[in-house]
Each structure stands twice: as C-alpha cells, then as structure tokens.
C-alpha cells in the first residue's frame, strides 16, 4: 500500500484547506485510514479516523468542530477538511492506513501503512 498526501501549504488563521491522500492499493474500502500530525518539538498525534465504508469517524478533541474527515472509496482517496485554521494546527500532516481497529486505531502502532507528508503552516 502506497499512499500519497498532498494540499498543504502557508495559510493564514481563518482559512481553509483540504487534504486529499490517494492510496495506491487494489480494495481501498479495506482500509481504515486516518489522519496525524506533528508539530514542532512535538510527538506525532491523529487528528481524525475513518472506518471502512465512511460509516464511523472519530476527531481529536483540538480539532473537532473544525476539520472532517471523508472518503471516496471509488476514486480511492480519503480527504481532511480543514476550516477556522489556527497557529496550533501548523505541522505536518500524514495519511495513515490499517485493516483493523475501525475508530479505536488512534495511535501511531495501530496503522500499518504511511505516506510521506505534507507540510501545513499557519500564519497568524
């Protein structure tokens, strides 16, 4: 499984962005798929999960309200909408991928495939 994120960028507090991340993998809705984030200086944590079929999500409590996770199994990308931009949410952002857990794989060692990155930085 390849999975490739993207959309970053320089943005000021208040705006949006969308992160699309496509996954190079033969069933994608076989896959639970989320989203993490490190900070500078900080560890990397999720920002948001989303099961199999889009049915279940779970937000980190930092971003709920303000970003939403989506799929589209068919064109095999999950999305990370990002609105009311602040300072805090600069950092890198990466999709991550895992067969199991559904909305309980929040942590780094329960996803088993990564992309690369994509750098988000925030101005005030």
């Known amino acids: 499984v390849q999975l490739q994120a993207s959309g970053g960028g320089l943005v000021q507090a208040g705006d949006s962005l969308r992160l699309p991340c496509t996954a190079s993998?033969?069933?994608?809705?076989?896959?639970?798929m989320g989203w993490f984030r490190q900070a500078p200086g900080k560890d990397r944590g999720v920002v948001a999960v989303?099961?199999?079929?889009?049915?279940?999500?779970y937000y980190a409590d930092a971003v709920k309200g303000r970003f939403t996770i989506s799929r589209d199994n068919a064109k095999n990308t999950v999305y990370l909408q990002m609105n009311s931009l602040k300072p805090d949410d600069t950092a890198v952002y990466y999709c991550?991928?895992?067969?199991?857990?559904?909305?309980?794989?929040?942590?780094?060692?329960?996803?088993?495939?990564w992309g690369q990155g994509t750098l988000v930085t925030v101005s005030s």
């Open positions: 991550a991928a895992t067969r199991v857990g559904g909305v309980r794989a929040r942590r780094d060692e329960d996803f088993d495939y």
């Open positions: 993998v033969r069933t994608f809705s076989n896959y639970v």
């Open positions: 989303i099961t199999w079929g889009g049915g279940s999500t």
